[in-house]
């Protein structure tokens, strides 16, 4: 099928992009296409026009430092997960994109792009969310900060305006006491996870768990962070306090049921998940302590 038709531009400055978004409140950014050419092509969105943003210089930067990494606009999944500082400052981002479609889509799809398509199915927003960070968003009144927390609002729904074009996104860096895992199940290789589970486990200088935060993905209509921090109370994981993380997030949890699962399987699979991705995720704080990670 073919697109609906739409009038296109290519702003060569952030100032002209924002000047076409703004007088057309049909129109949409276009940066890596890996979700709105889809889109269009299967008519399930025709904007009126295409603001094309590749042409403008500035937004394809990755930095990392202490503080975290910084993911400009136009930046690939490919390029991000590529990027050695990235991975050793916040190694929670390379590890979902790993899991992120096909190479194919990796090389022209963006990070932040996904994140802000805010598909509670894609990896990149719950990994936003779980870790606390957020989106800077340029208008032509200025630019803003979204929290993580405050950008999700339903599905496919973010509270980034119209008008805003999304220019970078922040990965808080990981904590030196910390380890991360993430773990999807898909019926192939590529496709959208059936459910997905992102964790982070923080423990003390004595390996005495502190905190356990796990997100999920392709389970209800955002992405969904829960604290299972009080299964693990005792401070060590095993059977016990894995299958009570599990009970704990299932109660936080309303898993849908879509043409690929029911609800049941999806409870199912996330508790599977939730008990695979936090002893892989405690595996992994024991050993950047140890200095083997």
């Given amino acids: 099928m073919k697109p609906a038709p739409f ?25 890596g296409g890996q979700s709105l050419v889809p889109l269009l092509s299967m008519r399930l969105a025709a904007p009126s026009a295409l603001v094309d943003i590749n042409a403008v210089p500035g937004l394809d930067h990755v930095r990392a430092d202490e503080e975290g990494v910084r993911v400009g606009a136009l930046a690939r999944h490919a390029a991000v997960m590529a990027d050695p500082a990235a991975r050793r400052v916040q190694p929670l981002v390379s590890l979902a994109l790993e899991r992120v479609a ?7 799809g963006t990070t ?4 802000v398509h805010a598909d509670a199915s894609a990896e990149m927003p719950v990994v936003l969310v779980l870790l606390g960070g957020s989106i800077t968003a340029a208008s032509a009144t200025g630019t803003r900060t979204i929290e993580a927390a405050d950008l999700y609002v339903g599905p496919l729904e973010s509270t980034l305006r119209h008008d805003e074009i999304a220019t ?22 590529g496709d959208y996870a059936l459910c997905g589970v992102a964790a982070v486990v923080r423990a003390d200088e004595a390996g005495t768990i502190t905190s356990v935060r796990a997100g999920y ?11 299972l921090s009080e299964a693990f109370a005792a401070g060590a994981v095993d059977e016990a306090s894995l299958d009570a993380a599990a009970d704990l997030a299932l109660a936080s949890l309303e898993p849908a049921a879509d043409i690929h699962a029911t609800a049941d399987y999806r409870a199912h ?3 599977v998940l939730t008990k695979r991705v936090v002893r892989q995720a405690h595996d992994d704080c024991t050993a950047r302590r140890e200095g083997d990670a």
């Fill in 269 to 271: 699979l996330a508790r």
């Fill in 102 to 108: 096909h190479p194919t889509i990796r090389n022209r």
């Fill in 112 to 115: 932040v792009g996904s994140l």
């Fill in 168 to 189: 970078e996104a922040f990965f808080p860096a990981l904590p030196d006491d910390a380890g991360v895992a993430f773990d999807e199940i898909a019926r192939r290789h």
């Fill in 217 to 227: 993905l392709s389970v209800s209509d955002l992405p969904t962070v829960v604290d």
């Fill in 7 to 31: 009038s296109y531009s290519r702003p060569t400055t952030l100032e002209e992009a924002l000047a076409d978004l703004a007088a057309d409140p049909d129109a949409k950014v276009l940066a």
